[in-house]
């Protein structure tokens, strides 16, 4: 018997067991993604927190012995550990997040987000793909693979950490990780909050690029006034606007923020190697993106562009008047959300320092500006020889 054997039957016994339950396990996840669970806005704070509960039940209903639900002072998180029968196991820390985005049927979706249907054979609905669905998985795994095995508890000492407000920044989350560092403590971090290459490809992510976000308000005249009367002659801040983020790349599509690009650790010829040799079908991509084409900066593929470049992004762009018909204004101010993925060498601190020196470079006399920042993420990067 080749050690490849009783794999195979393992893996086999789980699948069966995953696809008797299937139906019973889409139920669940359906009556989850019910739950307007948006973070970002706050009259969906209860929905939030019925969220979080509704998850830490079904953990104690999987039989997780350990579930709390951990305050902050916005949205809480979800722990529960189940440690394995064997003491010197490694322990396994899993994360992911059960707040969603907003999401309403006049943002383009088909059918309301917020009431799950299955079209084609995939379900649609907030959430779905992003977190939760990914999350409520992992419940469904530990039963299929106790199921297969015919242990009482798992292999390695399980820890899920779940929390409520990756969708907004994760603003507390900093604070949670450090009041519960102990609790916490792992051999091996899976963030269950990625993409898999296709649906039949399980995919291993060794990197994250992380996050700094900002938005910058410009401020002219105390008031909008008429541009007949004043146009021409006094700054306009929808204007400036306009050109700082016009500023923001240049004609190579590389971010013009002085040190933006120092300290990155860049792709080894290995990696874009093995970059190349993945099936990718950038034509099928850009539908999935509902773009008509690529674009992004020079001598970097897409993959490498999304996967393991750091970049620079106009979220939302407002100013002046926005109604039907016309009104001839100079708008009184204008703002402009950004938000900076990050790669490893990168440090969030530095990122904002170049951001506000560049963003203050570029605001016209008689403008004035507020630049306000959202706390950011860390990239993080495994190396592909590391043993977990």
């Known amino acids: 018997m080749t050690m490849s054997q009783p794999v195979d039957s393992a893996v086999s016994a789980v699948r069966t067991y995953i696809e008797q339950h299937r139906a019973a396990f889409l139920d669940d996840l359906a009556e989850w993604l019910r739950i307007p669970s948006v973070s970002a806005q706050p009259d969906h704070g209860p929905d939030v927190r019925r969220s979080a509960d509704w998850l830490a039940a079904k953990l104690k209903e999987t039989g997780f012995p350990t579930v709390e639900v951990w305050q902050t002072p916005g949205a ?7 440690p394995a029968e064997d003491p010197t196991a490694p322990t396994v820390l899993v994360y992911g997040h059960h707040d969603v985005q907003p999401a309403a049927r006049e943002d383009g979706w088909d059918s309301d987000p917020f009431e799950p249907v299955v079209r084609d054979n995939r379900l649609y609905a907030r959430g779905a793909a992003d977190d939760k669905g990914q999350v409520l998985f992992h419940a469904l795994g530990v039963r299929a693979h106790l199921a297969a095995t015919g242990r009482t508890a798992p292999a390695v000492n399980l820890k899920l950490l779940i929390e409520g407000e990756e969708e907004s920044g994760s603003p507390h989350f900093r604070a949670l990780v450090e009041e519960h560092t102990h609790r916490l403590a792992a051999d091996a971090v899976i963030i269950s909050d990625t993409s898999m290459w296709d649906e039949n490809t399980p995919t291993v992510c060794t990197g994250m690029r992380g996050l700094a976000e900002c938005e910058i308000r410009l401020y002219g005249p105390d008031q909008d006034i008429h541009s007949g009367a004043f146009g021409g ?6 204007t400036a606007v306009a050109r700082l983020v016009a500023a923001l790349h240049d004609e190579h599509a590389r971010v013009t923020v002085p040190g933006f690009y120092d300290g990155i650790v860049q792709l080894t010829d290995r990696e874009r190697e093995l970059f190349a040799e993945l099936p990718f079908d950038e034509e099928h991509w850009l539908r999935t993106a509902k773009s008509q084409a690529t674009h992004g900066e020079s001598g970097h593929t897409t993959l490498e562009r999304i996967w393991a470049r750091p970049t620079a992004e106009v979220n939302g762009i407002g100013g002046g008047y926005q109604g039907p018909g016309s009104k001839t204004i100079i708008p009184s101010s204008a703002m402009v959300k950004l ?13 904002e320092k170049a951001v506000r020196a560049w963003a203050t470079e570029q605001v016209p006399a008689g403008i004035r500006h507020e630049i306000t920042f959202a706390p950011a993420t860390r990239p993080c990067l495994t190396p592909l020889d590391h043993p977990a």
Do not use: K, M, Y
């Open 339 to 351: 938000s900076f993925r990050l790669v490893a060498g990168q440090d969030p601190d530095h990122i």
């Open 76 to 82: 809480p998180a979800v722990f529960a550990e189940w």
């Open 233 to 238: 002659a006094v700054p306009n801040p929808a």
